[in-house]
């Protein structure tokens, strides 16, 4: 073998027994104990192991912006209009620094898959999905990236925005994506969106649900075209603020309407909270959905970080455990099996929100995984642990050291 990860406790395991992880190739080929002799060995030293995390919704193309846009009113801060004026200034190089120095955090935080948003109009064109598409192949030493393509400023009412989206998707696009909100038009958006899907045979991953009031939801159109396309499991929808000002009984039918139809949902903690309640100065809406009561419903659900340093979010270190941290605290998550949910959300649950078929610590998977400085899955997100190291297809990748304290 060329790696064996010894004295592990496994993040997909209820027990507390120690293993060893034994890759070749690339790819795990055994998990056990006393595996044998390797190329190389490293010991865990009795730290949590998972087969990385997965990054299920962000936005490398504009992140690391926020220095260069104009000032908002408070309560009426809008992200396109902070983005769209920069966005004929942004050449491939501009973006694909910025996308760079976000991966680099992404990995180094034991990121070891992405679905990233990609958006293209007349605005950007071409430019930053060419730059997105070429640190795929770049980064693939410690990552894997695919491509969601999708028109943030609307797509019937911005001319030239459909055919960009039908060149992305034929120059390799994984899925297609939507953001109905900012469309003169959401139902046609929604339409068009799932009529691309079917036309190239890619998932769809969609913006869905943000605003002030759950009066109108487009969840329940984008479930209906679910079922009518046949699309089951293969279409997911992000944000879904409006779930968070619903009473229970609306929560449980909508959640219920999703699991059925094999609809997932990520949320995106950091966004939602900083964009949500703008109109109030006073008991101010949260507008994070409550993933773990959608589990509870059956729905697939994820975490993700969404935005890092532009106007949707003018923060943000590319932890995904400081992420399910932060939404724990919103939802007030205290129980253990609570705080696991949320660390599979950032695993397991976000492996299938991607259909990934080789994610997991058995035979023939990916040899990709992150040691964490705790004991439990529970333990790394309430204390917010780093990882101390990862490996992409068994070769390391990311190496902290451990604070050490200097006593007299």
């Known amino acids: 073998m060329d790696l064996i990860i010894r004295n592990a406790r496994l993040s997909d395991r209820d027990s507390d027994e120690l293993l060893d992880i034994g890759i070749h190739g690339g790819r795990i080929v055994a998990v056990g104990r006393n595996l044998g002799e390797a190329v190389r060995d490293f010991d865990a030293q009795e730290r949590l192991a998972c087969p990385g995390l997965i990054e299920s919704h962000i936005h490398i193309d504009k992140s690391r912006i926020i220095d260069r846009c ?72 410690a990552i894997d990236i695919e491509i969601c393509v999708f028109p943030q400023e609307g797509l019937t009412n911005y001319p030239g925005t459909d055919e960009l989206l039908v060149a992305a998707l034929k120059r390799g696009a994984k899925l297609i994506g939507g953001a109905p909100r900012y469309d003169t038009d959401a139902r046609a958006q929604i339409e ?113 970080s969404n935005n890092i340093l532009n106007p949707a979010t003018p923060y943000g270190d590319c932890s995904l455990i400081r992420m399910a941290n932060l939404y724990a605290n919103v939802l007030q998550v205290d129980r253990p099996a609570h705080l696991r949910e949320c660390f599979e959300m950032l695993t397991t649950r976000s492996a299938r929100v991607l259909n990934l078929n080789d994610y997991g610590f058995a035979p023939g998977c990916a040899g990709d995984v992150a040691i964490f400085d705790a004991h439990t899955p529970e333990q790394a997100i309430a204390e917010v642990v780093r990882p101390i190291a990862v490996f992409k297809a068994g070769k390391q990748t990311v190496r902290w050291h451990a604070p050490e304290l200097l006593r007299p």
């Open 192 to 304: 068009r969106i799932f009529e691309l899907a079917r036309e190239f045979d890619v998932d769809i991953d969609v913006h869905l649900d943000v605003g002030p009031s759950a009066a109108s939801m487009d969840v329940h159109r984008v479930r209906e075209l679910t079922e009518r396309y046949g699309r089951g499991g293969r279409v997911v929808v992000g944000h879904m603020a409006k779930l968070s000002l619903l009473p229970p009984g609306d929560l449980a039918a909508i959640a219920r309407g999703l699991a059925d139809a094999g609809i997932a949902v990520t949320v995106l903690p950091a966004t939602d909270l900083f964009l949500m309640g703008r109109d109030q100065d006073h008991n101010v809406r949260r507008g994070v959905a409550d993933a773990n009561a959608l589990i509870h419903y059956g729905v697939n659900c994820s975490l993700s």
């Open 70 to 141: 104009a000032p908002q009113e408070r309560s009426k801060l809008s992200p396109v209009v902070g983005v769209a004026p920069l966005k004929p200034s942004m050449s491939v190089e501009d973006v694909r620094e910025r996308a760079a120095r976000t991966l680099n955090a992404c990995i180094v935080h034991g990121t070891t898959r992405m679905r990233t948003q990609v958006e293209v109009d007349p605005g950007i064109g071409m430019r930053g999905f060419d730059a997105v598409q070429s640190l795929i192949e770049e980064y693939k030493w």
